[in-house]
Every structure is written in structure tokens, then in C-alpha cells.
């Protein structure tokens, strides 16, 4: 069974003695914060305390406070939990989604996120990611993705860009290097995946010589074609067709890159997209990036790195590309998978509807027009009789 976490109601100060005057009152207003929203709710009280004890079951193991807990911090825990405590997976599964669920609430309250930040000097993060928790199974998937089942909106993908390129301008401005780097590399990155819809794996996989040359548009040079690795343990291959994709590969391994290479331990690491230590990404890191994006744009929490690729081939089924062509940049093998992946708004299935009704009414009367005419019978009277 497990030993569970203790139930009982919390004395006045029950926060870790090993707190900073500065931790105490900073980890004190995220916990009153959070239980006075879910008491707004009416959430069940012994819920509420619960979740307190869970949540400063994490804070007393990793002797952190979120905006030093990293995703690390949480597996060590998880690991614990099992180890130590011998939870079973629905226990496990309980205690990882109160921190998760707290987490959302931090990183989604302005009045906390500018709190941690005046501190730290950066962002609150969210530290539970699907590659680290347990995911709830669910009877009939066949409709659903369990990293990320939705296309962006395109307002959603206009903002998501938008606040990269003006974070990317405020570093700028500020000297900020390190900042500067890592958001043009993200840049690069997150724009790759929407171009040409690599999953997470396959993007912190690729390396220098994922690229070669396409010999019908020498003008991408090394950026013509594109070769992955990933879900299946099988490689695709697919030529680059949004020409502003290859301009900005070029210019990260260029001018990004080589600030991250000069860090790496060894100066020919192959990987294509590199962290602060000149090694390749994982995908904590990827998603971590992704969500800390995301939440500077005030974007839903539903959103993650996997609908990237969700909207890159909505995007073809927009711009008229056929389902086999997409199908076999996707890598997918069937067809009906990949029209799971494509998601079309009302307007713009409205407006093909209006599109193909008005084309096929000009084809009908076109060919009315160009007919040939039957000859009247002249053997008949125009009563209809014989003459």
C-alpha cells in the first residue's frame, strides 16, 4: 500500500526551518495564493490540505522553492516516491498532478511570476513535463495525442512568434548575451518545427549532417533536403518547401551556433541545436523552452512543442497539398493518421465549400454554353402534327 503522506491540518508555520527570510515570505504567498483559489472553487478542504502536504513534500526533499526547482528536482522526487514511500502509480500519478496543478497556477498569476522573478532574475518554469510524470491512460485514443493534440490558431502562432522576435530585441537592447542566444536559437528551432513538422525527438536529434543540398533549388545550398530519426526507429526524408525556412537555418548555424560550440567539452560536436554547455538538447530542455515561450505570450497550457507539428500539416491542407504528400512528410503510415493531425477551421472549410460550389457552377455554365444545339424537326407542325 504505501505509507501516504500525512493528512492532518498544518500548524501556524509548517513551511521547512531552513527557509531565507526572503523563501519563507516568497513560498508563503504562493501557497496562501493558491489555497484561497481553490477555496474560492469549494474544493473539498482535506483536498487542499492535502495538496499543501504534497507540495512541501517536494519542497523539503529538493530543499527548493519554485524558481530553483528544476525538472530534475521533480524526478529525483518521483523516484522517491516510489523507492521510498512504495506509492502505487495511481498514488504516484495523485501527488505528481497537485504539483503540476500548482505549477500551472504559478506560472499563469502575473502578480507570482513578477515576484520570482524579482528574486531570481527569471522566469517561473514549469517543472512537470510528460516525459517525467505519469500519464493518465485513457480508454479509445485514437482521437487524442498525448503530447499535444490541437494545431495552433493562427493568432496563437502569430503571438507565439511575435513575443520571440520582441524578447529577441529587448535582449538585444539589454547587451544580455546568454539570453540573446538561447532565444535566437529558440527561434530557429521552434520555427523548424512549424515549417516542416519534426517531432521533439527528431529535432534534438538532428545533427550537422541531417542537411544536404536539393538540386532543384541551389539557392537553399545545404539547406535543400532534411533527414530524421525518430518515432519507429525510422528515418524520413523530405525537401524543404517554405524558402524562408533554409535562410533561417543558415543564419543559426552561422551566427548562433558557433557561441554554443565554443562552450562544448568537445569542439566538434555534431549536434544541431546545442544548451549553455555545448551538448544537445533533451527533450526536458526542449519542452522547458517551449512552455517558458508559450507563457510569455499568455498562451494556453494545453499547448506543447508536439502541436508544432500539428499545425505544420494543417498548414498543407490549407495550401491545397495532397494527403499522400503530407502523409509521407510526416512520416505516418497511414493516411488516416495524418488527417487526425490535420485541424481546418470552420472559415477556411466554409470557404472551400464556397470555393468549389462557385468553380463547379462555372464549369456548369461553361459547358451549357458551348453545347451544341438540337435542330428543330421540320417534319412536324408546331402543334405537333404532321404535315
Given at each position: 500500500m504505501g505509507r501516504p503522506l500525512p493528512k492532518q491540518a498544518p500548524p501556524e508555520d509548517d513551511l521547512p526551518e531552513w527557509l531565507s527570510d526572503v523563501q519563507r515570505e516568497l513560498l508563503g504567498s504562493m501557497l496562501t495564493a493558491y489555497e484561497t483559489r481553490r477555496r474560492a472553487r469549494r474544493d473539498d478542504e482535506q483536498s487542499i490540505l492535502d495538496g499543501r502536504a504534497v507540495i512541501l513534500s517536494l519542497v523539503r526533499f529538493a530543499k527548493r522553492i519554485p524558481g530553483e526547482l528544476e525538472p530534475e528536482d521533480f524526478e529525483r522526487w518521483s523516484e522517491s516516491l516510489y523507492r521510498d514511500l512504495d506509492l502505487r502509480a495511481t498514488s504516484q500519478r495523485k501527488y505528481q498532478g497537485s504539483v503540476k496543478q500548482w505549477f500551472e497556477y504559478l506560472c499563469t498569476t502575473p502578480k507570482l511570476r513578477n515576484a520570482v522573478r524579482a528574486v531570481y532574475q527569471h522566469d517561473l518554469i514549469q517543472i512537470v513535463t510528460p516525459e517525467n510524470s505519469i500519464i493518465h491512460k485513457r480508454e479509445d485514443e485514437r482521437g487524442s495525442d498525448s503530447h499535444g493534440g490541437r494545431s495552433f490558431s493562427d493568432e496563437e502562432i502569430e503571438r507565439f512568434f511575435s513575443c520571440l522576435e520582441s524578447d529577441i530585441g529587448i535582449a538585444f537592447?539589454?547587451?544580455?548575451?546568454?539570453?540573446?542566444?538561447?532565444?535566437?536559437?529558440?527561434?530557429?528551432?521552434?520555427?523548424?518545427?512549424?515549417?516542416?513538422?519534426?517531432?521533439?525527438?527528431?529535432?534534438?536529434?538532428?545533427?550537422?549532417?541531417?542537411?544536404?543540398?536539393?538540386?532543384?533549388?541551389?539557392?537553399?545550398?545545404?539547406?535543400?533536403?532534411?533527414?530524421?530519426?525518430?518515432?519507429?526507429?525510422?528515418?524520413?526524408?523530405?525537401?524543404?518547401?517554405?524558402?524562408?525556412?533554409?535562410?533561417?537555418?543558415?543564419?543559426?548555424?552561422?551566427?548562433?551556433?558557433?557561441?554554443?560550440?565554443?562552450?562544448?567539452?568537445?569542439?566538434?560536436?555534431?549536434?544541431?541545436?546545442?544548451?549553455?554547455?555545448?551538448?544537445?538538447?533533451?527533450?526536458?530542455?526542449?519542452?522547458?523552452?517551449?512552455?517558458?515561450?508559450?507563457?510569455a505570450a499568455n498562451l494556453p497550457l494545453d499547448l506543447t512543442p508536439h502541436c508544432l507539428r500539428h499545425t505544420a500539416f494543417s498548414d498543407d491542407a490549407r495550401e491545397g497539398k495532397s494527403l499522400h504528400a503530407t502523409q509521407k512528410k510526416a512520416g505516418h503510415a497511414y493516411a488516416a493518421t495524418t488527417q487526425i493531425y490535420t485541424h481546418l477551421p470552420d472559415s477556411f472549410v466554409k470557404a472551400e465549400a464556397a470555393r468549389v460550389t462557385r468553380a463547379r457552377m462555372e464549369r456548369a455554365r461553361k459547358a451549357a454554353a458551348t453545347a451544341p444545339r438540337s435542330k428543330p424537326d421540320k417534319s412536324k407542325s408546331p402543334k405537333g402534327k404532321t404535315k
Open positions: 537592447n539589454q547587451r544580455s548575451a546568454v539570453q540573446l542566444r538561447c532565444l535566437q536559437r529558440d527561434k530557429a528551432m521552434f520555427g523548424g518545427m512549424l515549417s516542416e513538422g519534426w517531432r521533439a525527438d527528431e529535432v534534438i536529434n538532428l545533427n550537422m549532417r541531417s542537411f544536404e543540398p536539393n538540386l532543384d533549388f541551389p539557392e537553399f545550398e545545404n539547406f535543400g533536403i532534411w533527414h530524421v530519426f525518430g518515432k519507429g526507429k525510422k528515418w524520413r526524408t523530405a525537401p524543404f518547401e517554405d524558402p524562408s525556412t533554409p535562410t533561417l537555418l543558415k543564419w543559426y548555424v552561422n551566427t548562433v551556433r558557433p557561441l554554443y560550440l565554443a562552450k562544448a567539452l568537445d569542439a566538434n560536436e555534431d549536434g544541431f541545436f546545442l544548451t549553455e554547455r555545448g551538448q544537445k538538447f533533451s527533450y526536458a530542455g526542449l519542452y522547458i523552452r517551449f512552455k517558458r515561450a508559450a507563457s
